[in-house]
């Protein structure tokens, strides 16, 4: 089995924030998730060098837009690895390899019929690099999401034949309702699609600053097309051998619901143009707001991840995004929320729920587990877990399978105080209950913490390490699958923050 899922690539035009972070976050969630059922995944991230939005912030700041594009680029690779993001490549558009790769194929779209030269005339948004329809747009002529005026654009283009999938794409969505998720989102795009497909620009004459078009110098490609080609292009070159035939096409795009209208009709349009497969599954999430907007930069309201990183750890705030927002909706982020949440179930549901088993173990049995079996009492709640975490993974439900997860460290935590270990310890006729009962903790707590990988990896690491049972696959997510002999100390896994 493989897996392929991918993040949007980022504009390099400001650095990087948390909702970038956001969307590599819960990529990383089901890379993880898919590599402890022993699947062969590949994970791609990147950023998108090209087009007006980098090409006008460099003009702004006085530099060439290759120059900011290297600055930035390196801010969002290095904030991968920052976020505990295992991703197997990183594209930069501006790879001499991607150039080709989007030639290649945008010609073979060409020779397939599917482009013309034509006029477009219209109103354009240069932050978002994308025309906008009379109906969409903000009064003033303004971008409904950026709130800059429009420009209106009269240029020479050539065109993509978009029109010519109208029927194609109602049929895809006829036939496949999990082509997009969340629901709203997959209506959203379908009523787009019925309310008829017009032809998009597929080139720009009056910019420099992209990928040429190899049948006319004069231009280059469109922003949209050249990034959406990374999904494909990137398997072609990422390791040195050609893994297109491994991975392609896509199990999930992640992606933000204001570039749905580009993965959702203008990307399988383009995929069909140019007769390849089309991606699986496209889910759509909402945006992390501060104080009611969508955090960004232009707006100036961003919560800075590598600030609240130096502070807590990756895993706290990989933990954090996933919880407090839905995944697939909007919802609002704070410094406060962040706090409690930290406190209250990292900290204290967690991470005393570790200390105490652990030290438990430590003063009642010498830091050695007796041999046998985990209390059916506690199995019972721990059945299917493995199978409802993985189908809601595979829905790209982030937020349920965390859920599913934390109700059982909420089970562990009352199983503790039913059972009053220390209670039993003083009572030497009660010896073999407290094994059972310690067992069961320890297996308990092994159990979720392998499930808790994919979100929190390094802290999981270090407790499953600390329970002598480091092995991460899916399979030993079962009570009782661990053989737990030897636990040692672990020291806070959620200390109080400096
Ligand atoms: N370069 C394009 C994507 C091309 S994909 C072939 C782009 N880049 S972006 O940097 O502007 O945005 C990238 C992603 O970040 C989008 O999915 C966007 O929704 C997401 N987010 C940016 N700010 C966000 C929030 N405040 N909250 C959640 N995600 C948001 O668009």
């Not at 839905?326 to 209250?344: C, H, I, K, N």
Request: overall charge negative; some cysteine; aromatic content about 12%.
């Amino acid at each position: 089995m493989t897996f392929y899922v991918t993040t949007p690539i980022y504009y390099v035009n400001a650095a990087p924030h948390l909702g970038h972070a956001y969307t590599t976050i819960a990529a990383d969630v089901m890379a993880r998730h898919h590599r402890q059922r022993d699947e062969d995944v590949f994970f791609l991230t990147g950023t998108d060098e090209h087009g007006e939005p980098v090409a006008d912030a460099a003009h702004a700041l006085g530099v060439e837009p290759q120059e900011l594009a290297d600055r930035n680029a390196e801010r969002f690779k290095a904030l991968a690895p920052k976020i505990g993001a295992s991703n197997d490549f990183f594209i930069r558009t501006t790879d001499r390899q991607h150039e080709a790769g989007v030639q290649r194929v945008l010609a073979r779209v060409r020779d397939n019929g599917f482009v013309y030269e034509g006029t477009y005339e219209g109103w354009y948004c240069p932050r978002c690099a994308d025309f906008k329809a009379e109906a969409e747009i903000d009064p003033g002529n303004r971008c409904p999401i950026h709130h800059i005026e429009l420009t209106r654009e009269q240029e020479d283009n050539y065109f993509f034949r978009l029109s010519a999938f109208q029927q194609q794409l109602e049929q895809l969505y006829a036939e496949r309702a999990d082509f997009v998720a969340p629901r709203t989102r997959y209506n959203e795009a379908l009523s787009f699609i019925r309310s008829g497909l017009r032809d998009v620009p597929l080139t720009r004459h009056k910019l420099t600053w992209g990928v040429r078009v190899p049948w006319d110098s004069e231009h280059v490609f469109y922003v949209w097309f050249d990034a959406l080609l990374n999904y494909y292009t990137a398997l072609s070159y990422a390791r040195g051998e050609d893994l297109t035939g491994e991975f392609w096409p896509a199990d999930y795009h992640l992606i933000g619901k204001d570039i749905l209208r580009f993965h959702a009709i203008y990307w399988p349009a383009l995929l069909m143009a140019a007769e390849l497969e089309l991606p699986r599954h496209i889910f759509v999430h909402g945006y992390l707001l501060m104080e009611g907007e969508k955090m960004s930069k232009s707006l100036g309201n961003v919560l800075d991840p590598f600030v609240v990183i130096e502070r807590f750890g990756a895993d706290a705030l990989r933990f954090y995004v996933l919880r407090e927002v839905p995944f697939g909706q909007d919802g609002s982020v704070s410094t406060a929320s962040f706090e409690l949440r930290y406190e209250t179930e990292l900290a204290n549901e967690l991470g005393n729920l570790a200390s105490r088993t652990l030290a438990m173990i430590g003063r009642y049995r010498d830091w050695r587990l007796p041999p046998c079996p985990p209390d059916p009492a506690l199995g019972a709640d721990f059945e299917e877990l493995t199978e409802r975490v993985s189908a809601l993974i595979d829905a790209a439900e982030l937020t349920l399978a965390l859920e599913e997860i934390w109700q059982r460290v909420r089970r562990l935590n009352r199983y503790v105080e039913e059972n009053a270990p220390w209670r039993l310890a003083g009572e030497a006729e009660r010896d073999a209950e407290l094994d059972r009962v310690l067992r069961s903790l320890a297996e308990g707590l092994r159990a979720v913490t392998v499930l808790l990988w994919p979100y929190i990896p390094a802290t999981a690491e270090r407790l499953l390490a600390a329970l002598g049972a480091p092995d991460l696959s899916l399979a030993a997510a079962r009570l009782g699958a661990g053989g737990i002999e030897r636990v040692r100390h672990v020291e806070p896994l959620f200390p109080k923050a400096a």
